[in-house]
């Protein structure tokens, strides 16, 4: 019987932004989410918020300059912890698509934008270039820059969103799906009917709100559909591949910019958690090739096209498609512009419209400015409401509180005095490592480990992560399924050769409740079952 001010269609990234946004003004706020969260694009991203410095070339100065507040806002306050500086070389070769002088440019003002904070800007000479990193292909190299961006983890970004929204009265549930709206005499929507996807055979049950945000992503036009059959689409969906070489194959130092042998396409070579992250691709979405939208999958060719890339720059280096540790595929939800030929040439900016149904959508955009994202769209929700008479409108206040907040004075103790407490079960580095990934809540997941000596073991040999996790993300982080668990509360099916310890892994699975995984089951969650 209860309605909502606001009910949020989609717990990715952006639709925890917005929920958290609203539920931060103090409007009653519900969202949904068809799978877990961040479970689509959401957690399948290039791992960084960044400016965007292939955007100047495109003059999105607007863009650039927006993301690059929003990269430091959340480097300094929203989420230190899940957010660290890794310095990018551009190496610049006769097929480079601008030479040294170009480059030399572009990155002071890239560093410009960013109000000179982006943690230094270097020109290297082809000498000093190769010192630095000797393991890039020297013949033709005229030199490189050298800037900074920020390598983050996607989906605990996303969660810590859908829980500070839940910390301000939000009603979140995963696992629940929009199967149709219910509408008034006019045709505008007052409730939406969802079913529980993990209770299938109860019956849909009716949320009613005053206004509703459709923030699904690639599943946009699909939601639009429900509200009225038709609708003309407006997404140009693109797939965006990535894969993990084991240990740091590639740069010493750097994260590295480079252009693909194919097309000259930029995409990112990523020093991550001891490996290497490389990608992205940027391809039109064929359902026959790429897979369905929840089953998004790299294939072949895709592989080849980033390995075949890889070696252009780093000749000598000793990887190639059997190294490959894991691969991962995403949608971006582009607005369609029905103009450009070259999906990496669609705009990135975001765009809200609103149905006659009464239903907002919202598409488009970057990662890095979801915040801006969510409150642009509250403010227009907020005015809606006003002029239905529903709502009092409030500013923003997202960005003067971090995602995480300790709620004890135990949670604000610093790394030395909470040594003094853990050391006698918890290596420092076992520490470090919760710390970096649940911020102020780190010692909620280090008790268990310390009451519990079987949870100190680590899940996989090769990594920190404890069994002591596992538990955490069953009973306190909403994590429905082991899935849940290995690919986004951690990244474990990203980052670590699972098949390879396959028997401590099962172990972890049946701690949280599924006893009969598979190697199969793994292999397809590893993204190693290529297309």
Not at 60 to 84: C, M, N, Y
Not at 85 to 108: D, E, K, L, Q, R
Not at 207 to 234: H, Q, T
Not at 293 to 319: C, G, H, W
Request: aromatic content about 8%.
């Amino acid at each position: 019987d209860e309605t909502f001010d606001l009910l949020v269609i989609g717990g990715g990234i952006t639709g925890a932004g917005i929920a958290r946004d609203a539920a931060m003004r103090g409007m009653k706020v519900a969202m949904i989410e068809a799978k877990d969260y961040c479970s689509g694009t959401s957690s399948k991203s290039s791992k960084l918020l960044h400016g965007g410095i292939r955007y100047l070339e495109q003059f999105q100065i607007g863009l650039v300059f927006e993301a690059s507040k929003e990269r430091r806002l959340h480097s300094d306050l929203l989420s230190p912890h899940l957010a660290t500086p890794v310095p990018f070389m551009i190496p610049v070769y006769p097929w480079s698509p601008h030479g040294m002088m170009a480059m030399t440019a572009g990155v002071f003002l890239y560093d410009t934008l960013a109000m000179f904070r982006n943690h230094g800007t270097r020109v290297l000479s082809r000498e000093k270039a190769l010192h630095e990193e000797g393991r890039i292909e020297p013949k033709g190299l005229k030199g490189g820059v050298v800037y900074h961006d920020v390598v983050m983890d996607d989906a605990r970004i996303g969660y810590e969103n859908v829980r500070s929204a839940a910390h301000h009265g939000a009603v979140v549930i995963n696992y629940a799906y929009v199967r149709g709206f219910d509408k008034d005499g006019t045709g505008k929507i007052r409730g939406a009917w969802v079913k529980d996807a993990t209770a299938p055979a109860k019956a849909d049950f009716l949320v009613k709100a005053k206004a509703f945000v459709n923030a699904s992503g690639p599943w946009c036009d699909y939601i639009r559909r429900l509200a009225d059959p038709d609708v003309e689409p407006m997404l140009r969906p693109t797939k965006g591949v990535h894969l993990v070489l084991p240990d740091l194959s590639l740069g010493k130092k750097h994260a590295f910019v480079l252009t693909a042998k194919q097309d000259n396409r930029v995409f990112f070579s990523i020093p991550w958690f001891g490996r290497t992250l490389v990608g992205t691709t940027d391809t039109d979405y064929d359902p026959q090739t790429d897979g369905p939208l929840d089953d998004i999958r790299a294939t072949q060719n895709d592989v080849d096209y980033l390995m075949e890339s890889v070696k252009r720059t780093f000749p000598t280096a000793d990887v190639g498609p059997s190294h490959v540790q894991s691969t991962f595929a995403g949608l971006r939800p582009l607005v369609s512009e029905g103009k450009a030929n070259d999906p990496s040439a669609v705009s990135r900016e975001h765009r809200i419209w609103q149905e006659g149904s009464g239903l907002f959508s919202i598409a488009g955009g970057k990662y890095t400015t979801y915040r801006t994202m969510a409150f642009e769209l509250v403010d227009k929700v907020q005015k809606y409401l006003g002029r239905e008479g529903k709502f009092s409108p409030r500013p923003s206040v997202t960005h003067a509180e971090p995602l995480v907040l300790p709620s004890s004075a135990k949670e604000r103790q610093n790394f030395s005095s909470a040594m003094d407490e853990y050391n006698h079960a918890l290596d420092p580095a076992t520490v470090k490592h919760l710390q970096l990934r649940y911020g102020a809540r780190w010692q909620r997941v280090a008790d268990l480990a310390v009451n519990d000596s079987s949870l100190r073991q680590r899940v996989v040999a090769s990594e920190p992560d404890l069994m002591a996790e596992v538990i955490y993300a069953r009973e306190s982080e909403m994590a429905v399924t082991f899935e849940d668990f290995l690919r986004r509360r951690t990244m474990l099916a990203l980052k670590a050769p699972l098949l390879n310890d396959f028997d401590r892994v099962a172990k972890a699975a049946a701690l949280f409740g599924e006893p009969s995984l598979s190697r199969e089951q793994l292999a397809h969650w590893q993204g190693l079952d290529l297309k």
